[in-house]
């Protein structure tokens, strides 16, 4: 497991837990807090050497959490804060059963998770950039340069004087 990335991913999701924006989105959340601590607490077991086994109650608790997090990804309009928190519980999640867990079904899980929130991501990149491109549309379509309406003029005069000097061919003199 590299030290480094649980470490920040622990930290992340410890502060995230503790912020007013996880009572906005979670409320109280305790399946969920309740899963990190269960996570956090085996992992850094595992980082002091000592490696502990997880029972069956600790597997019914993580489920808990988790299937609150996977709730939230698929039902809530995921902002900043929650596709973040939600992607970080998800690779804990994943760090956690790699290490302990050894459950197929919280791989998928967090795969899922995952997926979901960077397919989120994805699409609101792409909604930003096609308002981004409509503004400048707007701005461009509503735009004339100067140099048009010369040529506008322009165009017209050739045209009236076409006209006026304009003789159709007669079908009888020609032939």
């Known amino acids: 497991m590299d030290r480094e990335m649980y470490k920040t991913i622990r930290n992340s999701v410890v502060r995230a837990v ?3 924006e996880f ?3 979670f409320g109280r959340g305790a399946d969920i807090k309740d899963a990190i601590n269960i996570m956090v607490l085996g ?6 050497g000592s490696r502990s086994g997880v029972s069956s109650n600790m597997h019914d608790r993580v489920d808990r959490g988790t299937k609150h997090v996977m709730e939230y990804v698929i039902y809530k309009k995921l902002d900043k804060f929650g596709a973040s928190f939600s992607y970080n519980y998800a690779e804990l999640l994943s760090m956690w059963n790699k290490e302990l867990g050894y459950n197929v079904d919280y791989d998928i899980m967090a795969d899922a998770i995952k997926s979901i929130v960077r397919s989120h991501l994805t699409n609101m990149e792409a909604i930003d950039v096609l308002r981004s491109l409509l503004d400048r549309a707007k701005r461009y379509v509503d735009y004339e340069p100067p140099a048009y309406k010369i ?3 322009f165009l017209q005069e050739v045209l009236e004087r076409n006209k006026k000097e304009f003789k159709p061919l007669n079908s009888d003199e020609g032939g």
């Open 151 to 153: 040529s506008r003029h």
């Open 18 to 20: 503790n912020s007013n």
């Open 43 to 48: 992992l850094d077991e595992i980082m002091r």
């Open 23 to 25: 009572l906005r989105e």
